[in-house]
């Protein structure tokens, strides 16, 4: 502890203390104060405290867009000696970075004289230059009359200064900022307009969108110098997390001259870097020779634009010369991200969707306080005119009764206590004029009551629904892009080798679900909860009117999905890209994903790791017909999709397996017949072919499903009526390819018709679709495992009107249970065995010598094998 001297004076008192304690006090005090009051922004508007002030005292010196500029001293007096007790400079150089259109992607200054350049060329003093607020800026002042924000004292308690600016805009993102505060820093990207607001009425149609989707409409940053980002891995992780790097290059094209030689032409530099520097740099790796093949340099740039030349030898090469300056100069450079920025006045680093939340917070709030400062405004109006209305009705009792007082006061008193009218009414009546009196004044008076009535109405309805306050911002956020937006400045590019947006997601199952109408979504798998049989499922989706859930697949976030439609065509997506949805929604239209053609449903999806030459594909028709194909034939599919199969007329595709070139395939019928034969009976085929028959159909028979056989496994036999049965496989015997198979199942009036046959084994779930849009999920080993041609066992008690449509098998969930879930949530029934009374498992003679008969059919040469190369060729062009 330090010794302190004692007092000549006794009145005067010293508090000894220790230095370390002081000085943490003292810099913690001077932290806060840089963090809340200097460096960092506010989230709401995006300014600075400088920035804010300057703008305000712009705006009380009536510097709007369409009056005339003042000297930049005068702003810069007003806010020093106002609102901001720092030096002029500080002011001076914040009004000026407003001013600069390759600072700011949006300037908030229209400035008058030299306010800097490009070149790292200094802005001339403040008594030169003049100054007035852009178009773009009033909107961040807009209704600053109207009691939207708050206002605090400023240093000296003279004046009051706005907390936070109103802001029909998110400053913060469409300019960006930077600002090194004690311990942190902020360096925010400014983005395109456009893209923020329709991202931001993307938020306020659908408040759970995720950043994923939020990336599809705003893809990165927007600097105001051009440019080109260079890989896109920084930008996704900024827009997740908050902070990312990313690589930004100058605009550099190399052309070639009428004399065979090349030049570099570079018409746009990465942002805030200085292009005298940048040209310098050139310069001087030329002339050291450390970059070789540079005859010359120019800069040509002008007012009209950007503009360096670089001359190349004869014998080099540019695009080399332009790698190597992409290597040694500031014409490739990284641009860090740190979305930081004050939260209630406490520094957060935020992801995209968190930065345009509050921002919309923040509308919502001004939205309210505007409408209840209108809302009070028209009432008092109203209540005047109430009373206005009242003498008009009672002029002339009211003219002697103003007559007979003898003072204003007086005859105030006496219109309050005859009418019943209050003190702000009775002094409107003896304010008012004699030419109200006359017939077009009191209807004037009349109209402009009724009209406030109905404000009063309208404004009371708003403050009553968010829906229609959040209606009122997005009208407005429509009007600012379309008065304000304007094209990409900077371009977005795949960098060679970069780190693909996968790899920043959590590889899992996913249900991929798809509707009768062509919606799409995938679910967690651990949403659905293991059950026993018979018991009655969670809700998938909500039905909706002639839609129910045809499909249900679980494939990897990682995986791409073939989308094979019932037209042969095919279709790519990675499972990350579909939207993620709650068990309950309806998902996403299929066409907002992939290009379909009219007419056009997905029959299949398939999922793949990679495309190799070891897998092949092989499809199934409803008549019969297989197609088998290498899966090295859809390692290219373009957004528009390519043709896989060529369909007979009225026939369509149902289901495509992915294969390893020597399985056994079966195929199974909804009259509960199969035909299993190995994949080498079927030749390869190209892209566009027909295919040959996989199995011979009876009349009115129809192919309901394919696997591939594995003798570990068993096959999973599902009808309408919810019965269903397990058997092993060796009871399928091999058959010949197109004969009309053996028996499956023991069909009835009480099971249906088969809907579906899956392969399963032990550790597998099942997961049952109704046409109500029900499910149901079991455990496979509890579905009792019987011969092949039995009837099978009830796995889910069907509602009227009510039959399954669709099976598909995930992972067996071990913690599987309904802790946390109401009662209402699951209904579990568990339903008794059913089986026929003599249902053993055995054929019998008449069925045994049938299913023989019909494995001994001849394999029959089909004409319609073959591949129409011209189909192919136009696909592959």
């Known amino acids: 502890m330090n010794e302190i001297a004692t007092p000549e004076t006794p009145s005067e008192k010293i508090l000894p203390v220790f230095i370390e304690d002081e000085m943490q006090k003292s810099y913690l005090d001077y932290s806060m104060s840089m963090i809340t009051s200097r460096a960092l922004p506010d989230v709401r508007d995006g300014l600075k405290p400088v920035h804010r002030r300057v703008m305000f005292g712009m705006e009380e010196l009536s510097l709007q867009h369409n009056k005339p500029p003042k000297k930049c001293a005068r702003v810069v007096g007003d806010v020093i000696g106002k609102y901001h007790p720092h030096g002029d400079s500080s002011v001076y150089f914040a009004l000026v970075r407003m001013a600069q259109d390759f600072s700011m992607r949006y300037p908030m200054v229209n400035g008058q004289g030299n306010f800097g350049s490009v070149d790292g060329d200094p802005p001339a003093a403040m008594r030169y230059t003049e100054c007035r607020m852009t178009a773009f800026a009033e909107e961040m002042l807009a209704d600053l009359d109207k009691d939207t924000v708050d206002f605090a004292p400023n240093y000296d308690d003279s004046l009051k200064e706005p907390t936070v600016l109103p802001s029909k805009l998110p400053f913060l993102l469409l300019n960006g900022t930077s600002g090194i505060a004690v311990g942190m820093a902020t360096n925010m990207a400014p983005h395109n307009l456009r893209e923020i ?31 080109v980002v260079f890989g896109r891995t920084g930008i996704y992780a900024a827009y997740r997390s908050g902070k990312g790097k990313m690589i930004v290059r100058g605009r550099a094209e190399v052309i070639k001259k009428a004399n065979d030689r090349e030049e570099i032409i570079i018409t746009e530099i990465p942002y805030q870097i200085n292009k005298s520097v940048l040209y310098q740099r050139i310069c001087d790796l030329a002339r050291n020779k450390i ?3 540079i005859s010359f340099t120019r800069d040509e740039s002008d007012r009209r634009g950007m503009r360096i030349v670089i001359g190349i030898k004869k014998d080099d090469f540019g695009e080399a010369v332009l790698n190597k300056l992409y290597k ?43 409408t209840r400062f209108d809302l009070k405004k028209a009432q008092e109006r109203a209540h005047i005119l109430a009373g206005l209305r009242i003498a008009l009705d009672h002029i002339d009792e009211i003219v002697t009764l103003i007559r007979a007082s003898s003072t204003t006061e007086e005859a105030n008193e006496k219109l309050m206590q005859r009418f019943g009218l209050s003190e702000i009414q009775a002094k409107a009546i003896t304010d008012m004029r004699l030419k109200q009196l006359t017939g077009l004044e009191r209807e004037k008076i009349e109209q402009e009551y009724q009209e406030l009535m109905r404000l009063i109405e309208e404004l009371t309805a708003i403050l009553a629904s968010r829906d229609r306050r959040m209606q009122i911002i997005k009208g407005e956020l429509e009007e600012m892009r379309e008065r304000y937006g304007d ?12 780190v693909d947006i996968e790899d920043m997601i959590a590889e899992e199952d996913m249900v991929i679900t798809m509707t009768h109408e062509g919606y799409i979504k995938r679910t967690a798998v651990t949403e659905y909860r293991t059950q026993g049989r018979g018991g009655k499922g969670v809700k998938g989706m909500e039905s909706k009117e002639n839609d129910f859930i045809t499909t249900l697949f679980v494939a990897s976030t990682h995986a791409y999905l073939l989308f094979f439609t019932n037209k042969g065509r095919c279709y790519r997506l990675k499972v990350y890209k579909i939207p993620e949805a709650g068990r309950a929604s309806r998902g996403r239209p299929i066409v907002n994903l992939i290009e379909l053609q009219e007419g056009e449903k997905v029959a299949a999806l398939v999922p793949v790791r990679e495309f190799d030459d070891a897998h092949f594909i092989i499809a199934v028709t409803e008549r019969g017909i297989i197609n088998k ?16 199969y060529r369909l007979n007329e009225g026939d369509s595709l149902i289901e495509v397996k992915l294969t390893s070139g020597g399985d056994d395939v079966i195929l199974g019928t909804a009259q509960g017949q199969v035909v299993r034969f190995n994949e080498s009976a079927a030749r ?37 009526s919810g019965y269903g049965k397990r058997t092993i496989v060796a009871e399928y015997r091999r058959t010949n390819r197109g004969g009309s198979g053996i028996r499956n199942i023991r069909l009835t009036n009480k099971n249906g018709r088969v809907v579906a046959l899956k392969r399963v084994h032990t550790g597998l779930d099942v997961m049952l679709i109704t046409k109500n849009g029900i499910i149901i999920r079991m455990d496979v080993d509890r579905i009792s495992q019987l011969g092949r041609y039995t009837q099978g066992v009830k796995l889910i008690n069907l509602d009227d009107g009510d039959s399954v449509i669709d099976i598909a098998l995930c992972d067996h969930d071990d913690s599987g249970n309904d802790e946390g879930m109401t009662s209402a949530a699951v209904i579990t029934v568990q339903a008794p065995v059913e089986t026929a009374p003599e249902d053993d498992g ?36």
């Open 197 to 227: 607001a329709t991202g931001l009425i993307m938020m306020i149609d659908s408040p759970d969108v995720t950043v994923d989707e939020l990336i599809s409409v705003i893809p990165g940053p927007d600097f105001p110098t051009g440019g």
């Open 487 to 498: 094209a990409r400045r900077t371009e977005i590019t795949d960098a060679v080798g970069d």
């Open 684 to 720: 390869d085929h190209g892209r566009g072919t027909r295919g040959i028959r996989g199995i011979r159909l009876r009349a009115g028979d129809k192919v309901v499903g394919m696997i591939i056989a594995s003798e570990q496994n068993d096959i999973l036999t599902v009808t309408d």
């Open 291 to 293: 970059i070789e093949g």
């Open 328 to 370: 040694f100069t500031d014409l490739q450079t990284s641009f860090c991200i740190i979305n930081l920025a004050l939260v209630n006045m406490r520094p957060q680093i935020l992801s995209l969707k968190e930065l345009m939340g509050h921002f919309l917070d923040h509308r919502h709030t001004v939205v309210v306080r505007r």
């Open 842 to 877: 055995a054929l019998d003679a008449a069925d045994e010598e049938e299913d023989i008969a019909d494995a001994d059919e001849a394999d029959v040469v089909d004409e319609m094998d073959g591949t129409d190369e011209a189909d192919v060729a136009e696909d592959e062009a």
């Open 629 to 644: 194909q290498p899966l090295t034939a859809y390692a290219k599919v373009n957004r528009h999709g390519i043709r896989a």
